[in-house]
């Protein structure tokens, strides 16, 4: 049969990732991979998990085997909200500000479904988080990328486009700022205080929407907390993303979505007709693991062993990389990633192919370009291989880096 000539354009348009095409090769025997986004599986509660599940199954067949509500499980949210007054000092949230999602992907697949048009704009920022990037081109709206600096979004040029924008009078067309703030995906970096400041002031200026997709906050290693935009702005100017993927377990698959209460109602309209629930089964586990257990204590550990392997890549890198000359990473402060941009001319995505034979893997910066540029820049993370791997494995990049700046005549 032609199928081809079935699907929708959208159908049509579909295409697999870079990034699962390159990971393909991360399973090599030998091979070291920083390409990986996911957690170190050994971080995750799977004793308390288990026991807890088998409670809930038990004892509370009759809602966790259930259809249960799109918003989502009630329990869960008391302890959530419980959590977020507690760390962040957030108040006067109640269960109309919250709904739970299947993941944090969903929300975002929400989000365009809710506010994206094909005329639409969104700002986001380069790189770009290829998760929202898949979710928002579904829905064929324009991006106004902003380019990330070591402290979040050059503010200058976004106040620079958006005064662009408002000289087109297209500022109606532009539906929000989508922002990381902690420990970016891929970059890094964190937006500092001043420029969450700046980037609400603009928001408020032009009455847009900022949305806060944190995954990360929690998984601070090092430096000060900094207040969410959500805490900064007024109430109703931020949609919060969070999720439990990266401070729990991403197999739960619940991601939380809080905001005004209007809003949230549309985003329960929307999601009905996408799953009509989340599970309530995973729902009830996680509210029953956060009621029996310091989520904060739990994770102490787990950010422990990422800082320790970050450091051991920080080291790696003064080692092996600071004799290439313009070379520049990012110390993230939390998180899974470093972002490192070679020198301009470098093409990663090229290099990749040296890099398939040394046995090292790392995501060529192409793959979150918004508009699909060539890039001297490279996502690794550190989170899943051993510290003898990391230093291995940083060796064998240099020598890649070299090889091909050479070949370039580059270096
Ligand atoms: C991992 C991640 C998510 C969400 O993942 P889910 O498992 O769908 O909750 C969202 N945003 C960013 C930036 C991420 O890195």
Redesign the pocket.
């Known amino acids: 049969m032609n199928y081809k000539e079935k699907y929708s354009r959208l159908g049509k348009s579909l295409r697999s990732s870079l990034i699962r095409e390159l990971l393909k090769y991360a399973s090599i025997p030998n091979a070291i991979s920083f390409g990986g ?1 996911v957690p170190d599986p050994e971080t995750f509660p799977r004793r308390e998990l288990s026991q807890i599940a088998a409670e809930v199954i038990e004892k509370e067949y009759a809602y966790v085997l259930q259809y249960s509500t799109t918003e989502g499980d009630p329990e869960l949210a008391k302890q959530m909200i419980n959590l977020l007054e507690r760390l962040y000092g957030f108040d006067n949230l109640n269960e109309d500000n919250i709904m739970f ?8 697949e929400l989000v365009g479904k809710i506010f994206l048009d094909e005329d639409s704009i969104a700002i986001v920022e380069d790189p770009f ?1 290829l ?2 990037a898949s979710a928002f081109r579904m829905r064929n709206a324009k991006f106004i990328p902003i380019p990330l600096e070591d402290d979040g979004m050059n503010v200058d040029l976004l106040e620079k486009r958006l005064h662009e924008l408002d000289n087109k009078g297209l500022i109606p067309k532009v539906k929000f700022i989508y922002v ?1 703030p902690n420990f ?2 891929p970059a890094g970096v964190t937006v500092s205080f001043e420029k969450r400041k700046k980037i609400i002031e603009l928001a408020e200026k032009y009455d847009l929407l900022i949305l806060e ?1 944190d ?2 906050g929690l998984l601070r290693f090092e430096g000060e907390h900094i207040p969410s935009f959500f805490k900064l702005a007024e109430r109703g100017r931020v949609v919060l ?1 969070n ?4 401070i729990l377990a ?1 197999g739960l ?3 939380a979505v809080l905001g005004d209460k209007e809003i949230i109602r549309k985003f329960v309209l929307a999601k009905q007709g996408t799953d009509l629930c989340s599970s309530a089964l995973t729902q009830r586990i996680a509210a029953r693991y956060l009621e029996r257990y310091d989520l904060v204590q739990q994770i102490a550990p787990t950010i422990k062993l990422y800082k320790s392997k970050k450091d051991v890549m920080m080291k790696a890198f003064d080692e092996y990389f600071s004799k290439i000359n313009g070379i520049k990473w990012i110390n993230p402060h939390g998180g ?1 990633f470093t972002w490192v941009t070679l020198p301009e001319g470098f093409d990663t995505m090229e290099m990749f192919e040296i890099a398939k034979k040394k046995l090292v893997f790392y995501i060529p910066g192409q793959a979150f370009t918004p508009d699909d540029r060539v890039s001297p820049s490279m996502r690794m993370s550190f989170c899943l291989p051993s510290h003898e791997k990391i230093i291995e494995g940083v060796k064998r990049l240099s020598e890649v880096i070299v090889e091909y700046g050479k070949s370039k005549g580059l270096i």
């Open positions: 986004g999602t299947t993941g944090s992907q969903q929300a975002l988080y998760g929202a990381i970016h995906n997709d995954p990360y993303l999720t439990f993927s990266k991403p698959r619940i991601g899974l």
